[in-house]
Structure formats: C-alpha cells, structure tokens
C-alpha cells in the first residue's frame, strides 16, 4: 500500500485522498492548521512549513510526495525533494510563486499573454502604465489567490491609490484584456512523458473568484482545444512536469492568451469526479505513482457551482437529478470557498436550462457573497479613496 505524502491539507488534498483511498492508497498531509479539511483522511503532521523536525517525520517512509497549494516555501519543497521524490518538482513551484517569473518564463516559450510589466518601486509606476496602457490590472508578485491582492486600475491617479492599498510591494502591471471568455486548460502528464488533455471549461469568475465552469466549454473549434494542448504541452516539456497542470486562458478575439499557470489540480477540474471518465485527482496520482494514465473524456456536459460563503440546503441539492454534492468541511466565512455541486447533463443542448435552474437555487449564496466582496473590498482600500477591486468593468 503506497503512501502518498501531500504538502497541504485543504479541499485538494482532501480529494486527492477520496480518490486515491479507492485504489488502495494512504495518505500524510502536511499542513499547518489543525483545522486542514483532508485531515479526515490520512494521517496529518500539523507544524509551520520550517519545522524541520516535522518534515523529517513528516518524510519518514513516504513513497511518492507531492503539494495541492502554490505557497508551499521552497526551501520546505527542496527538502521534500531531498528526502524522497516530489511531483511536481520544486522547479514548478518556484516558476508559478511569482507571477513575474511566470508571465516571464511563458512569453520565453514564444506564449502570448497580456502586455505586463513590474513595478519593484512607486517611482516607476508612471512609466510603466505608459508603456502596458490603461485600464491595467495590478497584481502582488506573490501570495495573491481568487482574486485577492489585485485590483484593476483605470487612470493613473487610481494606480497610484492601488499601489499604496496594495502595500507598496512588487507588482506585476498587466494590460486589462477585455476577453470574450475565460478557458482553462487541465493536463496531465505521466512520469514517462505521456500527456492527456481535458477538454477546455469555460469558467465564469465574480470578482476574481471562481463561480461556475461548464465542462466542455461550449462552441470550441477542434483548432482552439489544440492550440491550448500545445500551449500547455510547451509548458509540461520545459518543466520536465509530472502530474496535473492547469492553464488558465483568457479568449480574445479568437486568440489565447495565457493568464496563468497552476501546477496542480485546479477547481475548474473538479467536474472531473463525475463527468469524465478518469478524475483529475486519480490521473495525478496515477502520474505521480508511475502509472498509466486513465482516460480524460467528458461524460456528458456538466455544470460546476462552487459553494461561496454559506452551505446551501443539502435536500433541497440531493433532490436535483444527476446533481452531486461535495462539502469540504470548513468553517462558513464571507467568501470562502466551502464545496462545490456539480450538475451532468447528457447532452449539451440541455445545459441552459439547468443551468438557469441551479442559478435560481444558488442565489441566496450569491448575495452573501455579494455582501463579502464589499467588505473585502472596504479593506482594501482602507485609509484611500481607492480604485475599482478587480471584476468591475474598466
Ligand atoms: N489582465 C486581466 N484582464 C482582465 N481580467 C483579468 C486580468 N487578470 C485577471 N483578471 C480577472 O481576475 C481573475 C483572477 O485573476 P488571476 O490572475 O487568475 O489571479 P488568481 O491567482 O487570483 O486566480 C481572472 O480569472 C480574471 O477574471
Ligand atoms: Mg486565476
């Protein structure tokens, strides 16, 4: 019986472990909350990321390691590493920490993405929205997720304000893409290079925050889902990847452009568990373990909702057809996610109305979120007269 060791215990690796326990694995979470929602399903080593007495028992008879989060520090992932084998590598880790190095390492593979540029210090900021044009979205190099640490800015005085709001830290400057839809792209790649593509979702952010995904994505031209598998293919091959990767993109005018790059499994794959053949989850630990990969078909079309801030009623979700629930047994916060439903249809022609039906039934949980997006946005911008948090129009 392998034992997988996971760098991080919330929803990931906790479905990690519900799809790995089937085929006869165990797992160690590392992860400094006690609170860590994969906690339930293996065995959990709670210490701060440079304990390292902790990662030493934390290492201790491991088969196989690997990370469900991006903020893993990688010194912690170097010594992993050292100690045992981690998948993905650390290379992955330190490439996707820093979103100037990642923007930076995509364009270096000849991969379009908006226009950017950094901003180490106030003095340039000027200059630099000369050179990438407003409206801009200004991003934290580092730390930032579902939308938080960013805002878009559409003059400069508003830049300046973001610039302090933000904490007067390195950012990345980007061109605001006025996109026609956003895609991603979730791909596995096997120990022995082997590769198998999901089929594109389409995925609908609130505020920088993932809402709902339809999986397939509708209307993709066999052309564009090749163009995003050779995209993604150039990003596995020059990180010598193992397991599943995630590609964000945004579609302009017919034309990917890479937002960003999660090397791991991504809440847009989570339609995954029901609607195709093989999970994301399975595929990465079959990759992870050295075993063939499963196959990445679409089961029908699915509709995915991700549960924000307040847990819908359960009855009244399981008394939907083909409807699935997933919770993931953390506390209920303004804006946190705390599970997700997906929904299959058998035929695509369908989705519509059941997606009008399961947007009725989730709007209680859209207006508290609502709610939470004013507040984190009031924090933001606490002593300035800030500028628009990211997910308003420029
Ligand atoms: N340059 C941009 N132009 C337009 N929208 C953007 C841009 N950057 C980010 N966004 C919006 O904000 C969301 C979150 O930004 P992203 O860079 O993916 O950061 P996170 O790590 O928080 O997911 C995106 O999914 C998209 O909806
Ligand atoms: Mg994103």
């Known amino acids: ?76 992932a170097a010594f992993v590493n050292g100690r045992g084998r981690l998948f993905p590598s650390p290379l992955a880790l330190g490439v996707t920490q820093d979103r100037l190095v990642e923007k930076q390492f995509i364009r270096r593979l000849g991969l379009h993405t908006a226009a950017f540029a950094a901003v180490d210090d106030g003095d340039h900021l000027a200059s630099v929205l000369v050179s990438v044009g407003l409206p801009a979205v200004m991003k934290r190099r580092r730390h930032g997720y579902d939308g938080r640490g960013q805002m878009v800015v559409r003059t400069a005085a508003e830049a300046e304000h973001a610039w302090v709001a933000l904490g007067r830290q390195p950012v990345v400057v980007e061109g605001f893409v006025p996109f026609d839809r956003e895609l991603s792209l979730v791909i596995v790649r096997g120990r022995s290079g082997e590769t198998r593509a999901y089929p594109l979702v389409e995925n609908h952010h609130r505020d920088g925050v993932l809402h709902w995904s339809l999986a397939p994505a509708p209307a993709i031209p066999a052309a564009l889902q090749a163009e995003a598998e050779l995209a993604a293919g ?42 195709a053949e093989t999970s994301q989850f ?13 196959s990445t078909a679409a089961i029908g079309c699915s509709i995915l909702h991700n549960i924000i801030g307040a847990l819908p009623d359960t009855a009244t979700i399981l008394a939907q057809p083909h409807t699935y629930l997933h919770v993931y047994g953390k506390a209920p916060r303004p804006g946190r996610k ?3 439903v997906t929904t299959r249809v058998a035929e695509a022609r369908d989705i519509g109305s059941r997606l009008l039906h399961m947007q009725r039934l989730f709007k209680t949980g859209s207006v508290r979120h609502d709610a939470a997006r ?3 946005a009031e924090e933001e911008r606490a002593h300035t007269a800030a500028p628009a948090d990211i997910g308003g129009a420029p």
């Open 1 to 76: 019986m392998s034992l997988i060791g996971v760098l991080g215990g919330g929803q990931l690796g906790r479905m990690l472990a519900l799809a790995g326990v089937p085929l006869g694995l165990r797992f160690r979470f590392f992860d400094p909350s006690p609170d860590a929602p994969a906690a339930a399903l293996g065995q959990h080593v709670c210490a701060p990321y440079d304990d390292i007495a902790s990662l030493t028992r934390f290492t201790d008879g491991l088969d196989v390691a690997t990370y469900e989060f991006e903020c893993v520090p990688t010194p912690t």
């Open 234 to 275: 150039c990003i596995l091959n020059a990180l010598d990847y193992t397991g599943v990767l995630t590609v964000e993109f945004f579609e302009h005018r017919g034309r990917l452009l890479v937002n960003e790059i999660a090397p791991r499994v991504h809440n847009s794959g989570h339609w995954t568990i029901e609607g």
């Open 282 to 294: 399975e595929n990465h630990l079959r990759a992870i373990l050295g075993l063939p990969l499963g």
């Open 338 to 340: 705390l599970g997700h």
């Open 374 to 376: 004013v507040r984190r």
